[in-house]
């Protein structure tokens, strides 16, 4: 009887070390090396399931945006509707900055080496846009789809903005005021 194969188990225990190390370490930080000593394998291992570092970073950067449901965005699938992705932008799970919560900014680094990681972030932001969008549609239907596109981006940016922020200056009421100037934008629709 055939031996069934681990590739897909070890791939998944491989991106896993990476999001940790580089919550730990950043991207830069995130060598083979230290990915390998995280995964518990050598980096022949390492390389031989998952490729180079580039195709490690990429692979990391899909998962860390899978929307899990095949796509790619900040938000998860679960967050249906405008006020969820509100309280979720502004919950602690997505702004409280720890080593867990690190992978997000932390991955959104890697534009900077593999070349195709760009595109997955650009059309997780898109994605995520779309959806917010869509949200603000439902929520608020008489509001010009112009209008409704420019808030979606800037309830995302203001999001994000605060997210990596937090990284490096604490100021704990910097969620509030973030989130209340999002509600401000919504309420100019």
Same mark, same amino acid.
Do not use: C, K, W
């Given at each position: 009887?055939?031996?069934?194969?681990?590739?897909?188990?070890?791939?998944?225990?491989?991106?896993?070390?990476?999001?940790r190390?580089?919550a730990?370490?950043?991207?830069?930080?995130?060598?083979?090396?230290?990915?390998?000593?995280?995964?518990?394998?050598?980096?022949?291992?390492?390389?031989?399931?998952?490729?180079?570092?580039?195709r490690?970073?990429?692979?990391?950067?899909?998962?860390?945006?899978?929307?899990?449901?095949?796509?790619?965005s900040?938000?998860?699938?679960?967050?249906?509707?405008?006020?969820?992705a509100?309280?979720?932008? #502004?919950?602690?799970? @997505?702004?409280?900055?720890?080593s867990?919560? /690190? *992978?997000?900014? =932390?991955?959104? +680094?890697?534009?900077?080496?593999?070349?195709?990681?760009?595109?997955?972030?650009?059309?997780?932001?898109?994605?995520?846009?779309e959806?917010?969008?869509?949200?603000i549609?439902?929520?608020?239907?008489?509001?010009?789809?112009?209008?409704?596109?420019?808030?979606?981006?800037?309830?995302?940016?203001?999001?994000?903005?605060?997210? #990596?922020?937090?990284? @490096?200056?604490d100021?704990?009421?910097?969620? /509030? *005021?973030?989130? =209340?100037a999002? +509600?401000?934008?919504?309420?100019?629709?």
């Open positions: 009887m055939a031996r069934p194969s681990v590739a897909a188990e070890r791939r998944e225990q491989i991106i896993e070390a990476t999001i190390t580089i730990e370490h950043g991207v830069s930080g995130a060598s083979l090396d230290r990915i390998a000593d995280a995964a518990g394998m050598s980096r022949g291992h390492v390389r031989h399931f998952v490729g180079n570092r580039d490690l970073m990429l692979d990391t950067a899909t998962v860390v945006f899978s929307d899990g449901n095949g796509g790619l900040v938000l998860p699938n679960s967050v249906t509707t405008l006020a969820e509100i309280d979720y932008l #502004f919950s602690p799970e @997505f702004t409280t900055s720890d867990e919560n /690190a *992978r997000v900014p =932390a991955v959104a +680094e890697t534009p900077r080496s593999p070349p195709a990681t760009p595109e997955e972030l650009t059309t997780a932001y898109a994605r995520t846009t959806r917010i969008d869509e949200m549609a439902v929520a608020h239907p008489g509001a010009p789809e112009g209008a409704r596109a420019v808030v979606a981006e800037g309830m995302l940016t203001a999001a994000l903005g605060n997210v #990596f922020l937090s990284d @490096f200056h100021d704990p009421e910097r969620t /509030a *005021r973030t989130r =209340a999002v +509600e401000a934008l919504l309420g100019a629709l």
